[in-house]
C-alpha cells in the first residue's frame, strides 16, 4: 500500500515569515494529494489538494507543489498569522487515502 | 445537511467488552472510511468502503470489523476492546468523483 512521509514533525516560525512542509509518497499511482489542518480537538479540514495532472496550485497565502518525478509534494504557507498555528497533515489517495504523520506548525507573534 | 456524524463522541470501555462506534452521512457519497488518530501518528487508515456491500481493509484492521449495509451507514466494530486500542476514531467519506475527504467530529474512546 501507499507509505506517505512528512517532514518535519514541528515547525516554528516568526509571524510574517513563509512555513514549508514536504512530503514524499511511494505509490506513483496515487492521484490525488490533499493537505489537512487540525486544530486541537477538531476534525481535520481540507485546506488545499492537489491532482496528479497539475504541479503547482495556489490559494491566497498557500500554495502546493508537486513533483511526480521525485514523489514528493510540498505545502508552502506565507504571511504566516498566529491563527495558522495548528497540525497539518498531507495525504496521498489511489484507492484509498493514507496520511502522513503531521506536522505541529506554531507561529510566534 | 448534517454532513457526516459520529456516536458517541465519548466512550470508555473496559479490556474484552463490545461496542460500535456509529457513522452516518447525508451526502450520498459513495465512499466511506474510518481512520484512527494517535499522538505523534497520524491518521491510519482501518477500513473502508467504495459502496454499499463491498469493505476493504486499511493499514491497521486487526481488532476491528465493519459492514455497509446502506450507503448512509458505515458501522466500527470492536469485538474485545483492548488498550490498544484507545483513540480518537474519524470517520470519513469521499463523493462520487472523488476529491475532498469530510470527516466526521470523531469519538474518542478509552479502553481500561
Known amino acids: 500500500g501507499e507509505n506517505v512521509e512528512q517532514h518535519p514533525s514541528t515547525l516554528s516560525v516568526q509571524e510574517g515569515d513563509s512555513a514549508v512542509i514536504k512530503c514524499t509518497y511511494s505509490d506513483s499511482a496515487s492521484n490525488y494529494f490533499p493537505w489537512y489542518k487540525q486544530e486541537l480537538g477538531k476534525r481535520p479540514q481540507l485546506i488545499i489538494d492537489?491532482?496528479?495532472?497539475?504541479g503547482e496550485k495556489k490559494d491566497q497565502r498557500i500554495a502546493v507543489t508537486l513533483n511526480k518525478t521525485a514523489k514528493h509534494f510540498s505545502l508552502h504557507i506565507t504571511e504566516t498569522q498566529p491563527e495558522d498555528s495548528a497540525v497539518y497533515f498531507c495525504?496521498?489517495?489511489?484507492?484509498?487515502?493514507?496520511f502522513g504523520a503531521g506536522t505541529r506548525l506554531t507561529v510566534k507573534p | 445537511n448534517a454532513g457526516v456524524t459520529q456516536t458517541p463522541k465519548f466512550q470508555v470501555l473496559k479490556t474484552g467488552q463490545s461496542m460500535t462506534l456509529q457513522c452516518a452521512q447525508d451526502m450520498n457519497h459513495e465512499y466511506m472510511s474510518w481512520y484512527r488518530q494517535d499522538p505523534g501518528m497520524g491518521l491510519r487508515l482501518i477500513h473502508y468502503s467504495v459502496g454499499a456491500g463491498i469493505t476493504d481493509q486499511g493499514e491497521v484492521p486487526n481488532g476491528y470489523n465493519v459492514s455497509r449495509s446502506t450507503t448512509e451507514d458505515f458501522p466500527l466494530r470492536l469485538l474485545s476492546a483492548a488498550p490498544s486500542q484507545t483513540s480518537v476514531y474519524f470517520c470519513?467519506?469521499?463523493?462520487?468523483?472523488?476529491?475532498?475527504?469530510?470527516f466526521g467530529p470523531g469519538t474518542r474512546l478509552t479502553v481500561t
Open positions: 492537489i491532482r496528479s495532472n497539475v
Open positions: 495525504a496521498a489517495n489511489n484507492n484509498d487515502m493514507r
Open positions: 470519513a467519506t469521499i463523493g462520487r468523483w472523488g476529491g475532498e475527504q469530510y
